[in-house]
């Protein structure tokens, strides 16, 4: 689907990111597609739904993840390539 | 007797001071004898005054010749110099009651020549933020009090609030 896009947000420390991805999918009609740790209290939650949905999630996840821990990063794709698919797990169908 | 020849004499100066505002300042100065009669002291004051024009004003100049009825001036505003100028032009305007008048009643208007200036990014007050999200409410909030924002290392800034600060032209620069 071309209107579905991919939100991320990384915050250090678990109780941030959980806290992010709740905010994320009670805010808005999205779902909750992959969690990565890398290392050093470093958490990616990723999302993916509709572009205004998703955009709308990541604001509410991050001032969230920024009231409870630390906000790291936040970004949108709005129409990610199905190569991406094949190397990352992000289910961008 | 006398008092009909004064009525008449009172309605012959009210005619002229009428005719001579509506024919202009120039022709005015023509056609009004310079009387110094205590009951029009606007007219009196528009004849005797000094044309308008000769105010000598380095930013603006005339569009339309003054024997118009309405008036476009031209004004040029690229930075306090000017701005300072045309604000005492207008006060030399002013004191003439005839612009007086076409002022209010806006006959006598301004427009701006050469684009219009628009208020540089460093003139807004800034706001700082260092740390977390900032969000789309922040970047409305700085629309409506016409501040800049200046985000910290740490500051991140949300993809909504990214591009509703570029709708509301709200500048944003962040630090590295």
């Known amino acids: ?93 | 007797m006398s008092t009909s020849l004064d009525l008449r004499a009172v309605i012959a100066d009210v005619v002229r001071e009428v005719v001579a505002d509506l024919a202009g300042p120039t022709t005015a100065a023509h056609a009004a004898p310079p009387y110094a009669a205590a009951p029009a002291p606007p007219a009196v004051a528009a004849v005797s005054a000094p044309s308008q024009s000769t105010a000598g004003v380095a930013g603006s100049e005339h569009v339309s010749p003054p024997q118009l009825r309405e008036r476009v001036e031209a004004v040029r505003i690229t930075d306090d110099t000017d701005l300072d100028r045309f604000a005492r032009h207008l006060l030399a305007l002013f004191e003439n009651p005839k612009n007086r008048q076409d002022l209010k009643a806006g006959r006598l208007r301004f427009r701006l020549e050469g684009g219009t200036t628009t208020v540089t990014a460093h003139d807004r007050p800034a706001q700082r933020i260092d740390t977390g999200a900032v969000t789309e409410r922040q970047v409305k909030a700085a629309a409506e009090s016409g501040r800049r924002l200046i985000l910290g290392r740490r500051a991140v800034l949300t993809p909504l609030a990214r591009e509703r600060a570029r709708a509301l032209g709200v500048p944003i620069e962040k630090e590295r």
């Open chain 1, 1 to 93: 689907m071309s209107s579905t896009a991919i939100g991320m947000i990384e915050t250090k420390g678990f109780v941030a990111a959980l806290a992010a991805a709740d905010a994320m999918v009670k805010a808005a009609n999205v779902t909750i597609t992959d969690r990565q740790e890398v290392g050093d209290g470093l958490i990616a939650v990723v999302i993916s739904g509709e572009v205004g949905a998703v955009k709308a999630a990541t604001e509410a996840g991050a001032e969230t993840a920024s009231q409870v821990g630390e906000l790291v990063s936040v970004h949108v794709i709005p129409r990610p390539h199905a190569e991406l698919g094949n190397h990352f797990d992000v289910s961008a169908k």
